[in-house]
Every structure is written in structure tokens, then in C-alpha cells.
């Protein structure tokens, strides 16, 4: 087993003023290899802090230590400094280096500052781990069968050196011969709760058979992370494959990707294969679906706009509909939300309309029409129709759960569209 330890460096993390997502990203994708950290640790920009943890690294063994922070041009970036100490070595300039740290300031047409000089000084027993999107390099340094490996915090710096360079590395240093092969496979759902999910399951036991698999619950649905392991790598594939097929045959109708996949990119290329337009009308979700939607790059090609008819005079003044409606059924209810995808449809010239309207809390709910309520509802071809939800009291779960339940349910739509 190679002990693995993953070190964040900032003050802003330890004060809670930023998530640290760093650490996560890498404990996944560790994982995926079969490597499991064994520690994880923040510490603020402290030297002998650090200090502290790579001499642990030493004492215990830890064979891949992994640092995010502390590497750009200011004060409180400390941990070259630090490793410097700790391997009693030099800084000497690289040219590479520099010359990437100056494209990049000539492409922003900004003159860089002298400061920056300093992200092209590398320790001299190095070895620099590119950085494609920024201008400090991630640095590799070795002692006693042990790698350290500092990177940016940048996140999205982090995880471009973490795919290109990083696991590579590791799997060339640590994974040549493996006694086990694991494989692993997260299967994505929506539309249902956790409990329910594990009742239709059935027997876990069975289903495993030894192997691993965890319940991710999170306001878009429920993530089913499934981890096998097989003394070839053909064993543990055809586990992996096992554990799935059976997966799909309990739970198919509400898994709806995996991995990495997002809704919102699924839906656009059922769109796009199908040639369909769509436009929306969103009241309770305030624009968060037609911002999910125009995420994805080239969502022009069927997205053509959105009315965001929050205030009941949207409704009547831009959707047109009826007063007298929105007066009898009220603007949370099923015949306005069907009201509202037909109208957004006809006004932007859209093949398909969808809408939402609701209580997204945390006031404004009644006896008849709690805080969670929620309508959505989808017009396509000659079909119209909506859906009836209960969320729960959070406004802020609401509203997501609400645009994650609408693309859903016109994702089925244009599955079993001819």
C-alpha cells in the first residue's frame, strides 16, 4: 500500500473563507487509481507548520506527499521558501519557465511585473511540473524513495497539472506491478431520494458481493460510487460491469449519467441530434436552468432565450397569460407553469418550452401551498404537461433541485422522441 498524504496551504481556507475543493479533487482521483490518502491536513501560511508536516512525511513514510498553495509571487507564499530549507537547496532560474510567465503577460498585453520573475527561480534538485494555465510551476521534488510535489491553488491550475502530469507520474513510479487492479465508476440519478434508492436496491450484499459501493446524496440527486478491485485487471472490469448491469436493471429509469457527465451537456446533444429549439419560462429557479443550459459551449445551436417571469405583471404583460388564471389557480400551480412553457414557446419560435414555478421559501407558503412546492412543466410536439413537486424548506436546495428535476424531465422527453 503507498501512503499518501495531501497537504493545503492557505490562511483563507483554515478562516473558512474559501471551500477547499483542492483536497477532494485529488482524494477522487487518488482513488480511482487504488491509492488511498491516508491524511489529509490544512495548514495556514506557516512555516514552521510546514515544516512540521514534511518531517512527518519523512518520520512515517508517507511515499506521495501532495501540496496545493503557496507558490505565487507574494509575501505570504511560502512554501518554495520552505522546501528550499527542508532539502537544503538553491533557487536557479529557469528559462522555460520565464519565457511561459512572459507569453502569458503578453497575451494580456500587460507588462509584468518584476515579481514575477521570482515564479521562474526553481529549486536547483528539482524537477518542474508544467502549469498550462498559470504562471506558477508545480515543483517535484525526491528524497528516499518519497516524491513531494507542490502546486499551485489554484484550482483549475491544480487539476490540469493533477490529469497531465501528476497521475502519470505516479502511475509510471507506483502502479507498474500492481498486486490488485481497481476500477471504479460513479452512476449518476436524479428524480429520487436516497432511502428510496437503497429500498429499490435491494440486497446490498448481494449486489457487492465483496466489492464497495457509496450513497453521494446532493441537491441534484444521489451519486452511486461504485470502487471493485481484481487481481487482473480483467477481473476487476468484469466486476465493475457486473455491479452496473445489475444497477441498470433495479434503477435504470433514474440514472442518467456517469462520471463526470452533467445533465445539462446530455440534454444538448439530445437536442442537437434531434435538431430541436427550446426556450424557457422560469419563475421560482430566477434563470438558474437557462444558465445551466447556456453553460455548455455551443448551446446557441438549439437555446434561443428565456423570459425569467419572477413578478405575476412578467407573466401577464410578457407571457400573456390570462389574469383571470393566475387570479383562480394562483401563479404556483399546474395550469400556469403548462401556461407558461406554451407561451414561451410560441413567443421565442421554439420547437419545445419548459418552465417552473414555485414556492422556493423561505417564506410564502400557505396550508394549501407549502414553502417547496413546486410546478414544472414541458410543451413538445403535441404533448404539454407538468409535473408536481414537494423539496422541502430550503430556498436555496429548492431552486436547484427544481432546475435539476426540469432538465430531467426533458431529457426522458427526448429520449422517447422519434
Not at 105 to 124: C, D, H, L, W, Y
Not at 343 to 365: E, H, M, N, Q, W
Request: proline share 4%; net charge neutral.
Amino acid at each position: 500500500m503507498v501512503k499518501t498524504k495531501v497537504i493545503s496551504i492557505g490562511d483563507e481556507i483554515l478562516i473558512g473563507q474559501i471551500v477547499n475543493t483542492n483536497s477532494a479533487f485529488i482524494n477522487e482521483k487518488l482513488n480511482c487509481l487504488g491509492i488511498k490518502v491516508k491524511k489529509v491536513v490544512t495548514i495556514g501560511d506557516n512555516r514552521q507548520d510546514l515544516l512540521d508536516e514534511l518531517n512527518d512525511s519523512i518520520i512515517n513514510d508517507y511515499q506521495i506527499n501532495l501540496i496545493t498553495g503557496g507558490l505565487g509571487p507574494t509575501h505570504d507564499d511560502i512554501t518554495k521558501p520552505i522546501l528550499l530549507e527542508f532539502f537544503k537547496d538553491e533557487l536557479i532560474l529557469d528559462d522555460k519557465v520565464l519565457e511561459k510567465v512572459k507569453s502569458i503577460f503578453a497575451k494580456r498585453n500587460v507588462v509584468m511585473p518584476e515579481t514575477n520573475i521570482g515564479q521562474a527561480m526553481i529549486p536547483s534538485k528539482s524537477k518542474v511540473i508544467w502549469n498550462e494555465y498559470g504562471t506558477a510551476p508545480g515543483i517535484l521534488m525526491e528524497q528516499d524513495n518519497k516524491i513531494f510535489i507542490a502546486m499551485p491553488g489554484v484550482p483549475f491550475e491544480m487539476k490540469a497539472m493533477i490529469e497531465n502530469s501528476v497521475l502519470p507520474l505516479i502511475k509510471e513510479k507506483y502502479l507498474g506491478n500492481p498486486e490488485f487492479y481497481h476500477k471504479s465508476k460513479t452512476l449518476l440519478t436524479a428524480g429520487i431520494g436516497e432511502s428510496f434508492l437503497f429500498e429499490k436496491i435491494g440486497s446490498i450484499d448481494n449486489l457487492l458481493q465483496g466489492q464497495k459501493m457509496a450513497f453521494l446524496p446532493s441537491p441534484l440527486g444521489v451519486r452511486l460510487r461504485i470502487e471493485v478491485q481484481g487481481r487482473t485487471e480483467l477481473e476487476a472490469e468484469s466486476e465493475l460491469q457486473r455491479i452496473e448491469k445489475m444497477l441498470y436493471e433495479k434503477i435504470g429509469d433514474y440514472i442518467y449519467g456517469q462520471n463526470d457527465d452533467l445533465l445539462e451537456e446530455l440534454v444538448g446533444k439530445l437536442l442537437v441530434e434531434k435538431k430541436l429549439t427550446i426556450a424557457a419560462a422560469e419563475s421560482c429557479t430566477g434563470g438558474i436552468i437557462s444558465g445551466r443550459i447556456t453553460d455548455v459551449p455551443g448551446s446557441s445551436r438549439y437555446f434561443k432565450g428565456s423570459i425569467i417571469s419572477y413578478a405575476n405583471e412578467i407573466k401577464e404583460n410578457i407571457l400573456q397569460i390570462n389574469p383571470d388564471l393566475l387570479m383562480d389557480k394562483g401563479a404556483v400551480s399546474s395550469e400556469v407553469a403548462v401556461d407558461m412553457a406554451v407561451r414561451v414557446r410560441k413567443f421565442l419560435k421554439t420547437d419545445i418550452g419548459i418552465s417552473a414555478t414555485g414556492i422556493a421559501g423561505p417564506t410564502g407558503g400557505t396550508e394549501t401551498k407549502p414553502v417547496g412546492l413546486v410546478y414544472i412543466a414541458i410543451s413538445l410536439g403535441d404533448k404539454t404537461y407538468s409535473k408536481e413537486l414537494f423539496l422541502g424548506d430550503n430556498r436555496h436546495r429548492n431552486r436547484i433541485r427544481a432546475a435539476q428535476a426540469t432538465l430531467e424531465m426533458l431529457r426522458k422527453e427526448l429520449l422517447i422522441l422519434k
